[in-house]
Nanobody, 126 residues
Framework: QEQLVESGGGLVQAGGSLRLSCAAS????????LGWFRQAPGKEREFVAA????????RYADFVKGRFTISRENAKNTLYLQMNSLKPEDTAVYSC???????????????????WGQGTQVTVSS
């Protein structure tokens, strides 16, 4: 079972950058498909980005294309989300998630992930 712990959130001005990290505790990190999701107050959790086991496949939500970059370092059991050109509407709790399933066209669905971190708050001021 994987335990996921996010870090790197904080308060940033619009146009700024943050780098989120998600550290995993298990020994099988490289066997997981990983994703980032976010949830703003009063809204449902939404997909941000996903990455396959060896990073051969990556998918982004339309609203982050060109601004966010997902990556992973299997040797360090760590997932990253580099966020640039942040906007106030990016304010949310960002969570990482893991699944043992293969890459598919369903990687953007919350239900496709088994393990979740507690989340880290990202606040973008205007």
């Amino acid at each position: 079972q994987e335990q996921l712990v996010e870090s790197g959130g904080g308060l940033v001005q619009a146009g700024g950058s943050l780098r989120l990290s998600c550290a995993a505790s298990g020994r099988t990190f490289s066997t997981y498909r990983l994703g980032w999701f976010r949830q703003a107050p009063g809204k449902e959790r939404e997909f941000v980005a996903a990455i396959s086991r060896r990073a051969f496949s990556i998918r982004y939500a339309d609203f982050v294309k060109g601004r966010f970059t997902i990556s992973r370092e299997n040797a360090k059991n760590t997932l990253y989300l580099q966020m640039n050109s942040l906007k106030p509407e990016d304010t949310a709790v960002y969570s990482c998630a893991a699944s043992r399933d293969d890459w598919s066209d369903r990687v953007s669905r919350v239900s496709e992930y088994t393990y979740w971190g507690q989340g880290t708050q990202v606040t973008v001021s205007s």
